[in-house]
Nanobody, 127 residues
């Protein structure tokens, strides 16, 4: 069974930065597209960013939802089975629990691949 462990969240003022990490216990990590999702209070979980599996140790193409493009950067290290999310210029509306998962794309929709989720990491941005 895949285990996903997210970390790096915290409380930050608007305009600040955080770097999230997600360690995945899956032997074939380097063959999966990986992504980040977030869930704000009272809202459904939503896709944030994705990075393709190909391209060597650090993956290939990156993709972002419109609201974070230019502020967030997704990256990965296949040697460490870890995916990262660098978040800059944070806004109060970025407040949410952030989760990682393997992802698959169908048209413009990114969906999680693994049936289970980690515990997530809380990001709170104060105004």
């Amino acid at each position: 069974q895949v285990q996903l462990v997210e970390s790096g969240g915290g409380l930050v003022q608007a305009g600040g930065s955080l770097r999230l990490s997600c360690a995945a216990s899956v032997r074939t990590f380097s063959t999966y597209d990986m992504g980040w999702f977030r869930q704000a209070p009272g809202k459904e979980r939503e896709y944030v960013a994705a990075i393709s599996w190909n391209g060597g140790r650090n993956g290939g193409r990156t993709y972002y939802t419109d609201s974070v493009r230019g502020r967030f950067t997704i990256s990965r290290d296949n040697a460490k089975n870890t995916v990262y999310l660098q978040m800059n210029s944070l806004k109060p509306e970025d407040t949410a629990v952030y989760y990682c998962n393997a992802v698959r794309q169908s048209g413009s929709v990114w969906s999680p691949t693994f049936g289970s989720w980690g515990q997530g990491t809380q990001v709170t941005v104060s105004s």
